[in-house]
């Protein structure tokens, strides 16, 4: 039986407890009435930053928090709300917190409750904290407690991009400045999705550092991230085979071990189950063997354990996925926990090869296999083949969202689908350019392009795609992408004597891959990962010759590696960060005043010239592992 207990929300706070060396507040509850029996009492003791960080990532210390919500995790349901001044410091390193009004709080049986530290209005979320399972009875006296974070992104980078022919003139790479700040892949990024600031650079992170050279430290990039659902552990995977756990209270390594057949496997994806009780860890080269190991799935049955450091690699059990002539399988593509606690993990061809999203080479026209696991034993339960599949999710309320990049839909210009399985039957949307998602609750978004013709001479847009639950068709917005601008040295001959001439020439982009996607808990902002296709067809120049006037074409198509912040809100790019290029395809012809044929044009478009600075040119990263904490 519920029971309406009238509290009053109180709270006080000081630095460093020697108990946990933390900003700790106490909230308590009290009764306000003099009914007999004694109701009991209820506190609440929130876990924050401590110093010197405080400043930077407790939410209690941001001066843009302006009230403290208390909810139900599971429903959403608002328990009690009330207005908050963060605390000024009294010169003598202690902070007190005035006393909060929550109001009446109703009790009744084990809820999962978060609290929310909002600012503007309400509008922007700040802190996030969850406890599990939380109940008392009445009468009881209980302290609760919740360990607040700030919402953050994180991503890595894997793998670099490396020029086959390095330029020894800087006036054929494209403009360093775009992507400058983060040319380093070797680190984890931290993004705070309500700062000014781009990056929260202090906090970026080398695991497993090394010694490149005398003064020069390297580390292994960052391959695949996932938060823990109650946002007080980042578990990460890099290219030296390891798997970190990282304290998100100070942005610090925890724990870590090592993962089996990293070399030829390299880790590729982290799932972890909604109650933080197991994970699971996808490995997989980029470039799947016909006949043989085709990767490996891990199985983290202990992660409670692991996180406390009880033991020492969670229980992983490993299960290696094998492809043979008869019964060919793809790379563990993806995977999701489902409503019943089981695993669901899509095999196919990786995304993003060179070429693409070209579909008859995105996934090679073949299908992809849907295998069901018991997370706990590693048993494969079930098998069923899908079209070509690239990422797997699930919502609040069980429905099962699929996303197949090359499949038609009736009245699409281009190809790509999401497919949503309801009670109603399958609901099917035309997603082009959509290759991940996330599922919020019981909403679902992507990022991909939007749907008109691939003409190379039509710059396409950024796409934004949101489907409320129990909607029928997408809300969507659209925001540009910039051109690439690609400088090219000329080498041409007038009247016999050979000359040096260049000129810049803007690249609209034509297609758009949104790979993976990370979105914060209010579903305000999301972290994109985008691959950009520039591309054109027949751009031609002419020039006067000693004789003759001549039409130089250029065919050329590359691509530009982004993070993205989007607005979910409002459409907007709020910030964009290019981290690399790569040059696919470069070729050159050139025509006399008769329209005839004669030969090449741009030698440094030439695949036969000594030195190919266009052709395969790359430079910077390819952007991986995006997460954000209580992005759910």
Request: with cysteine; charged share 20%; proline share 8%.
């Given at each position: 039986m519920t029971k309406a207990v009238c509290r009053r929300f109180l709270s006080g706070a000081r630095?460093?407890?020697?108990?946990?060396?933390?900003?700790d507040v106490a909230l308590g509850l009290l009764g306000c009435s003099q009914q007999q029996p004694d109701p009991g009492s209820v506190r609440f003791l929130v876990r924050s930053t401590p110093a010197p960080d405080d400043v930077v990532l407790s939410p209690l210390r941001d001066a843009r928090?302006?009230?403290?919500?208390?909810?139900?995790?599971?429903?959403?349901?608002?328990?009690?709300?009330?207005r908050f001044d963060p605390p000024a410091d009294n010169g003598m390193g202690a902070t007190m917190l005035p006393s909060l009004d929550l109001g009446l709080i109703h009790v009744s049986s084990s809820r999962d409750l978060r609290m929310l530290a909002l600012g503007a209005a309400?509008?922007?979320?700040l802190g996030v904290a969850l406890a599990r399972d939380v109940a008392w009875q009445f009468g009881e006296t209980k302290d609760v407690y919740l360990e607040l974070r700030r919402p953050l992104f994180f991503f890595g980078g894997s793998p670099k991009l490396v020029a086959p022919v390095a330029p020894?003139?800087?006036i054929f790479a494209p403009s360093r400045r775009l992507y400058e700040p983060l040319r380093d892949e070797t680190k984890l990024r931290v993004v705070d999705p309500n700062s000014v600031q781009p990056l929260l650079s202090i906090y970026d992170r080398w695991l497993d550092p090394f010694q490149l050279s005398p003064g020069v430290t390297s580390a292994p990039p960052v391959s695949a991230a996932a938060g823990t659902y109650d946002?007080?552990?980042?578990?990460?995977?890099?290219?030296?085979?390891?798997?970190?756990?990282?304290?998100?209270?100070?942005l610090e390594d925890q724990v870590s071990f090592d993962l089996p057949d990293y070399m030829t496997?390299?880790?590729q994806g982290i799932v972890v189950d909604p109650l933080d009780r197991t994970a699971i860890i996808l490995q997989y080269p980029r470039s799947a063997p016909a006949v043989g190991r085709a990767g490996l799935i891990g199985f983290v049955r202990n992660l409670p354990g692991l996180r406390s450091r009880v033991s020492k690699d969670g229980e992983l059990l490993i299960a290696s996925i094998d492809s043979t002539a008869q019964a060919p399988i793809g790379q563990p593509l993806a995977a999701a926990y489902t409503p019943d606690g089981m695993v669901e993990v899509v095999f196919g061809k990786p995304p993003l090869q060179?070429?693409?999203?070209?579909?008859?080479?995105l996934g090679g026209g073949e299908p992809s296999v849907l295998r069901r696991y018991n997370p706990k034993t590693g048993e494969q339960i079930s098998q069923r083949t899908l079209p070509y599949t690239t990422s797997i999710a699930y919502t609040l309320i069980g429905e099962q969202v699929l996303v197949q990049p090359c499949a038609a839909v009736s009245g699409a210009t281009r190809f790509?689908?999401?497919?949503?399985?309801?009670?109603?039957?399958?609901?099917?949307?035309s997603a082009p350019g959509v290759l991940a998602v996330s599922a919020i609750r019981s909403s679902i978004i992507g990022v991909g392009r939007d749907d008109s013709a691939d003409v190379p001479t039509l710059a396409a847009q950024a796409k934004i795609f949101i489907l409320e639950s129990g909607a029928e068709k997408w809300s969507s917005s659209g925001f540009d992408l910039p051109s690439w601008l690609v400088p090219y040295r000329i080498t041409l001959s007038s009247d016999g004597k050979p000359y040096v001439s260049s000129i810049d020439i803007s690249f609209a982009p034509t297609d758009v891959s949104g790979y993976s996607l990370a979105v914060t808990p209010d579903r305000a902002r999301a972290l994109s990962l985008l691959r950009v296709q520039h591309k054109v067809r027949g751009l031609f120049l002419t020039y006067l010759g000693s004789t003759n006037q001549y039409r130089c074409y250029i065919d050329w198509s590359g691509y530009s590696y982004h993070v993205a912040l989007v607005n979910l809100q409002s459409g907007a790019r709020e910030q964009d960060y290019i981290v690399g290029f790569q040059n696919q395809d470069c070729a050159s012809r050139v025509y006399d005043n008769a329209n005839n044929l004669i030969g090449t044009c741009l030698p440094a478009c030439d695949p036969a010239d000594s030195k190919p600075y266009l052709r395969g040119f790359q430079e910077g990263y390819v952007p991986s592992a995006a997460s954000v904490l209580f992005g759910r």
């Amino acid at each position: 039986m519920t029971k309406a207990v009238c509290r009053r929300f109180l709270s006080g706070a000081r630095l460093g407890l020697a108990a946990f060396s933390l900003c700790d507040v106490a909230l308590g509850l009290l009764g306000c009435s003099q009914q007999q029996p004694d109701p009991g009492s209820v506190r609440f003791l929130v876990r924050s930053t401590p110093a010197p960080d405080d400043v930077v990532l407790s939410p209690l210390r941001d001066a843009r928090v302006t009230a403290l919500e208390l909810r139900d995790a599971r429903t959403d349901d608002l328990l009690a709300r009330s207005r908050f001044d963060p605390p000024a410091d009294n010169g003598m390193g202690a902070t007190m917190l005035p006393s909060l009004d929550l109001g009446l709080i109703h009790v009744s049986s084990s809820r999962d409750l978060r609290m929310l530290a909002l600012g503007a209005a309400g509008q922007q979320l700040l802190g996030v904290a969850l406890a599990r399972d939380v109940a008392w009875q009445f009468g009881e006296t209980k302290d609760v407690y919740l360990e607040l974070r700030r919402p953050l992104f994180f991503f890595g980078g894997s793998p670099k991009l490396v020029a086959p022919v390095a330029p020894s003139d800087p006036i054929f790479a494209p403009s360093r400045r775009l992507y400058e700040p983060l040319r380093d892949e070797t680190k984890l990024r931290v993004v705070d999705p309500n700062s000014v600031q781009p990056l929260l650079s202090i906090y970026d992170r080398w695991l497993d550092p090394f010694q490149l050279s005398p003064g020069v430290t390297s580390a292994p990039p960052v391959s695949a991230a996932a938060g823990t659902y109650d946002g007080q552990s980042l578990l990460i995977g890099n290219l030296a085979g390891k798997l970190h756990v990282v304290d998100t209270l100070r942005l610090e390594d925890q724990v870590s071990f090592d993962l089996p057949d990293y070399m030829t496997n390299p880790v590729q994806g982290i799932v972890v189950d909604p109650l933080d009780r197991t994970a699971i860890i996808l490995q997989y080269p980029r470039s799947a063997p016909a006949v043989g190991r085709a990767g490996l799935i891990g199985f983290v049955r202990n992660l409670p354990g692991l996180r406390s450091r009880v033991s020492k690699d969670g229980e992983l059990l490993i299960a290696s996925i094998d492809s043979t002539a008869q019964a060919p399988i793809g790379q563990p593509l993806a995977a999701a926990y489902t409503p019943d606690g089981m695993v669901e993990v899509v095999f196919g061809k990786p995304p993003l090869q060179p070429g693409e999203p070209d579909c008859s080479v995105l996934g090679g026209g073949e299908p992809s296999v849907l295998r069901r696991y018991n997370p706990k034993t590693g048993e494969q339960i079930s098998q069923r083949t899908l079209p070509y599949t690239t990422s797997i999710a699930y919502t609040l309320i069980g429905e099962q969202v699929l996303v197949q990049p090359c499949a038609a839909v009736s009245g699409a210009t281009r190809f790509g689908r999401v497919v949503v399985a309801r009670q109603s039957g399958e609901k099917i949307l035309s997603a082009p350019g959509v290759l991940a998602v996330s599922a919020i609750r019981s909403s679902i978004i992507g990022v991909g392009r939007d749907d008109s013709a691939d003409v190379p001479t039509l710059a396409a847009q950024a796409k934004i795609f949101i489907l409320e639950s129990g909607a029928e068709k997408w809300s969507s917005s659209g925001f540009d992408l910039p051109s690439w601008l690609v400088p090219y040295r000329i080498t041409l001959s007038s009247d016999g004597k050979p000359y040096v001439s260049s000129i810049d020439i803007s690249f609209a982009p034509t297609d758009v891959s949104g790979y993976s996607l990370a979105v914060t808990p209010d579903r305000a902002r999301a972290l994109s990962l985008l691959r950009v296709q520039h591309k054109v067809r027949g751009l031609f120049l002419t020039y006067l010759g000693s004789t003759n006037q001549y039409r130089c074409y250029i065919d050329w198509s590359g691509y530009s590696y982004h993070v993205a912040l989007v607005n979910l809100q409002s459409g907007a790019r709020e910030q964009d960060y290019i981290v690399g290029f790569q040059n696919q395809d470069c070729a050159s012809r050139v025509y006399d005043n008769a329209n005839n044929l004669i030969g090449t044009c741009l030698p440094a478009c030439d695949p036969a010239d000594s030195k190919p600075y266009l052709r395969g040119f790359q430079e910077g990263y390819v952007p991986s592992a995006a997460s954000v904490l209580f992005g759910r």
